[in-house]
């Protein structure tokens, strides 16, 4: 399985905050790519700075030593968010469903609104 996650589930990962047992195995099943978008360091760069998340300074760290395949921005992915259907306005999340499209992944997510987007979802 290729899974990209969500901002707020990094955000529980790396906080170790529980979530569901499939959501779980699946993340932590070493057959499974297990992507984070540099869309994902963006927002919690954004959020951290404007005082919305308070998060270690080592994240980077942790991202870096962690299993997660990182996840550049391409072209593809920018042209492919601009035509999507506007069930969602948040730009973090539009990318993250593009990418999930272009790069035939599945979306880890918690985000209802997500789900009415043409992409497979685990809902976390």
């Known amino acids: 399985m290729r899974l990209i996650l969500d901002t707020h589930v990094l955000l529980w990962w ?12 699946a993340i932590t099943e070493p057959t499974n790519e297990v992507f984070v978008s540099a869309a994902t360091v963006w927002e919690i760069s954004i959020k951290r700075e404007k005082g919305k998340l308070r998060i270690n300074d080592g994240f980077m760290q942790l991202l ?12 593809g ?37 997500l789900l009415k987007y043409d992409i497979d979802v685990l809902v976390a």
Not at 18 to 23: A, L, N, R
């Open 14 to 25: 790396l906080d170790g905050q529980p979530m569901s047992e499939v959501v779980m195995e």
């Open 64 to 75: 870096n030593e962690s299993a997660f395949l990182m996840l550049p921005i391409t072209w």
């Open 77 to 113: 992915h920018g042209l492919n968010a601009g035509s999507l259907p506007l069930h969602h306005r948040d730009p973090f999340d539009r990318i993250l469903v593009s990418q999930a499209q272009v790069e035939t992944l599945t979306l880890v997510t918690r985000d209802e609104t």
